[in-house]
């Protein structure tokens, strides 16, 4: 264990969110249990009453899993001196790679299932019967029972990272002409791909914006099309996604970071100071688009119907808005890298 | 039920129901009333009044049976579309007044248009008008201990009255005020009762019976008697009551 006050402070956060989130489990498969398809009014008083205990644990909960999502990588960051041959991030999260990986794929997951049930509750709170309380008490145990796997898995990690395990450095990795990140662009656009590909990038991200805009412009009033719409923007979004994390690692961390050969995302969130939000942007855009799809199939009844066509329409602003804002960055960033280098 | 503002259907309530220390405070009561009616609710103490006011008023649910507000079961609703319901249709006038302490009347007054997220100085424009005219226009910054009981209810009259209510609920409204303010509420309900607001007052006073369309009277939880007076005269008045009384036959 290598420690310091972020590992102290994760650690903390872990033990009581894995706590919070066991309780929360318990509490919400007991009230679902208890509630059954067609409650009693007083039972439904009771367990309305008891709802008012679980929503503040829920959003400590949550609020707590968010603050970790940050904190996990500034932990990394700040043992780079104590792993031998680490240089940044890369290199720490080689000294136990797998349990690395799977936590950076969870912290996002996490996320997203947390919004979708928060969307799930608001829509619940808006229509008059709240018809969709069963389901977001069954929705809130599975989330809280995978932010306590989350928890679990960041405990067990910086229990067991020690400062002696000997790593390689990102530029040993992540620079070599073979790297998988290279593959698929030479692959389709040819070795030379670096025009095309950021051509493309910024293409894919137009496009998906239209695509998105047009939605919000002529919004299908029956059910089958908003789904084939949502669905059809959720998988555009997905593959602007991916078009953007290739051109990230391939062109634009690169050209930013004054580094052009270095392929490194940590990197470029270390160098450049709003490199996270134009990383983390297009993330929240593609959530935004599966949020709003996901309630579509989780949240419909006929009491939500107005509410649900408002709150798509939301998503699809915060959607447009993410996949618009993170290119526009890329685009002021190199435009103004061009004006000094010119002067 | 047309034109009903609300219908009472079969509502029982029972306390700590299947249990040795049940209590039924109300056993299969039916009632309804009309826009521009003001229902007394008579009854000695425990006879189920508050709990009668307190599910009409939304602060509670049946045990069983139905209530329905302008055509919606209620009974039904969860307890945000309760909130809700209280928030925007609702008035209600505590017999302790329940007024914040060490806040002024104007602030006290305006509490129900915060969650309608109206701006600080809309609200206190409101809340001024409803004060002044209940003549407290310069009490305006006073918090609750430094007013009379009389003018403590006026100020909870106008926060009753903030938003508009199409139902005003009052809880023993006279049990703690002198005459000379017994007169000046029985003018402002009158006033009401023109503007078509649908009013329930729970009470012991003979006088707020004179007052009344309907008189419900309670005993042990049960309705006994309807008596329905001035609102039997006018059988034309639009969305009015029936001509045979309204549900509520004594047991």
């Known amino acids: 264990m290598i420690l310091n006050p972020l590992s102290v402070a994760i650690l903390l956060i872990g033990l009581l969110t894995l706590l919070l989130a066991a309780l929360q489990t318990g509490f919400a498969l007991k009230l679902h249990a208890s509630l059954g398809p067609s409650p009693t009014p007083d039972l439904r008083t009771a367990v309305e009453e008891q709802t008012h ?94 932010l306590a796997a989350d928890a679990l898995g960041d405990l067990f990690y910086f229990l ?33 791909f670096d025009h095309p590909l950021l051509s493309l990038y910024f293409a894919a991200q137009t496009l998906l914006a239209g695509g998105i805009g047009l939605a919000l412009f002529r919004h299908a009033e029956t059910s089958p099309a908003r789904r084939a719409g949502e669905g059809a923007l959720a998988l555009g979004g997905a593959a602007a996604l991916g ?29 450049v100071p709003d490199g996270s939000l134009m990383l983390v942007l297009p993330l929240l855009g593609l959530f935004a688009l599966l949020w709003a799809a996901s309630l579509e199939r989780l949240g419909r009844h006929e009491e939500t119907a107005s509410h649900l066509k408002r709150y798509t329409r939301r998503l699809w602003g915060l959607a447009l808005l993410a996949f618009v804002a993170s290119p526009l960055m890329v685009a002021v960033h190199f435009l103004v890298d061009r004006w000094l280098g010119g002067t | 039920m047309s034109g009903a503002r609300y219908t009472i259907r079969e509502v029982t309530k029972t306390y700590r129901a299947g249990t040795p220390h049940e209590v039924r405070a109300l056993q299969k009561v039916s009632v309804e009333g009309y826009p521009g009616e003001i229902t007394v609710v008579y009854g000695p103490s425990g006879s189920g009044k508050t709990t009668l006011i307190s599910l009409i008023g939304a602060l509670d649910r049946p045990t069983s049976g139905t209530i329905h507000l302008n055509g919606e079961e209620m ?70 201990e430094e007013l009379s009981g009389g003018e403590q209810q006026r100020v909870a009259i106008a926060r009753a009255l903030v938003g508009n209510p199409e139902i005003l609920i009052a809880d023993e409204p006279t049990s703690n005020i002198d005459e000379e303010e017994i007169d000046r509420l029985l003018a402002c309900f009158t006033e009401l009762k023109g503007k078509g607001t649908t009013l329930f007052v729970s009470t012991h006073d003979p006088i707020l019976r004179d007052l009344a369309d309907v008189v419900w009277h309670l005993k042990g939880g049960r309705l006994i008697e309807v008596e329905r007076r001035s609102s039997a005269s006018l059988p034309d008045r639009q969305g009015g009551p029936p001509e045979t009384p309204a549900g509520g036959a004594a047991p």
């Open chain 1, 243 to 271: 078009i953007a994390a290739i051109a990230f690692i391939e062109i634009i961390a690169p050209r930013l970071m004054g580094l052009p050969f270095h392929h490194d995302l940590y990197c470029f969130i270390q160098y």
């Open chain 2, 75 to 144: 009974t039904r609703f969860a307890e945000p579309a309760l909130a809700r319901l209280r928030r925007s249709q609702i008035g209600f006038i505590f017999q302790n007044f329940n007024l914040l302490p060490g806040v002024p009347a104007w602030e006290n007054v305006s509490q129900p248009l915060i969650p309608r997220g109206m701006g600080e100085r809309a609200r206190r424009e409101r809340a001024r008008e409803l004060l002044e005219r209940f003549h407290l226009g310069h009490r305006l910054l006073h918090p609750p």
């Open chain 1, 160 to 192: 067991t990272l020690t400062p002696r395990q000997e790593v390689t450095c990102c530029t040993l990795i992540t620079d070599l002409p073979t790297r998988a990140s290279a593959v698929v662009p030479r692959t389709l656009l040819g070795a030379e």
């Open chain 1, 53 to 146: 205990l679980m929503l503040t644990l829920a959003v400590v909960l949550l609020t707590m899993r968010m603050l970790a999502w940050p904190l996990f990588y500034a932990t990394l960051q700040s043992f780079v001196p104590d792993i031998p041959g680490a240089m940044c991030i890369y290199g720490v999260t080689q000294a136990l790679p797998t349990l690395s990986g799977a936590l950076q794929v969870l912290k996002p997951i996490g996320f997203f299932l947390s919004g979708l049930w928060l969307l799930l509750y608001a829509l619940n709170r808006a229509a008059k019967t709240a018809p969709l309380f069963r389901r977001n008490l069954a929705l809130l145990a599975g989330v809280s029972a995978f």
